[in-house]
């Protein structure tokens, strides 16, 4: 089973800031990886698929980036809508999903 | 419009069973591998299964294998998730997900509003 490892688990910041959240895959996964975005009470949303495309009506301040085993979300100015849990997930051999990333308000 | 909506969830007791049902519309349902992916409350998200888009073949996380069984109508558009000898770590809330391609592995573009499943006595 490929595992799937976040960090951080929590991150504080402002609106305005640049963040950056990593995903580290047990083995590699190529480029199968996906980012979501999910706000308590709702479903996960696609953000980022194959490590690096903007899925369409996502923001242009999303992106992601990485191949292998290690992967990046960045969010390049947060916004209010943006604080939320992050969630990686690789489909190259099954799927499996990170522990999630709280982005918190600072 | 795509939609995905779950249904069957509920209130069990451990080692009973329990089957979930996912409605679907707005997409070719029968072109589309589909997944359940669940959420135990406060957790994190942990895929469960996949069926192919013909149905032919399905796919267990080791949680699931052996109790869980997934299967498809694609004359219905409509998704199954049959679970039996359920366990307390079985409580979670149980989201249906497209996956965006006909193979099984692809990331998941729509997801529905999940139906919460509570294993307890």
């Known amino acids: 089973d490929i595992q799937m490892t976040q960090s951080p688990s929590t991150l504080s910041a402002s609106v305005g800031d640049r963040v950056t959240i990593t995903c580290r895959a047990s083995q590699s996964i190529n480029n199968w990886l996906a980012w979501y975005q999910q706000k308590p009470g709702k479903a996960p949303k696609l953000l980022i698929y194959?490590?690096?495309n903007l899925e369409s009506g996502v923001p242009s301040r999303f992106s992601g980036s990485g191949s292998g085993t290690e992967f990046t979300l960045t969010i390049s100015s947060l916004q209010p809508d943006d604080f939320a849990t992050y969630y990686c997930?690789?489909?190259?051999?099954?799927?499996?999903f990170g522990q999630g990333t709280k982005l918190e308000i600072k | 419009e795509v939609q995905l909506l779950e249904s069957g969830g509920g209130l069990v007791q451990p080692g009973g069973s329990l089957r979930l049902s996912c409605t679907t519309s707005?997409?070719?349902?029968?072109?589309?591998?589909m997944s359940w992916v669940r959420q135990a409350p406060g957790k994190g998200l942990e895929w469960v299964s996949c069926i192919s888009a013909g149905g032919g073949s399905t796919y267990y996380a080791d949680s699931a294998k052996g109790r869980f069984t997934f299967s498809r109508d694609n004359s219905k558009n409509m998704l199954y998730l049959q679970m039996n000898s359920l366990r307390a770590e079985d409580t979670a809330v149980y989201y249906c997900?497209?996956?965006?391609?006909?193979?099984?592995?692809?990331?998941?573009?729509?997801w529905g509003q999940g139906t919460l499943v509570t294993v307890s006595s």
């Open positions: 707005g997409f070719t349902f029968g072109n589309y591998a």
């Open positions: 997930q690789q489909y190259n051999s099954y799927s499996s």
């Open positions: 997900a497209k996956t965006r391609h006909s193979s099984s592995w692809y990331e998941f573009d729509y």
């Open positions: 194959k490590a690096s």
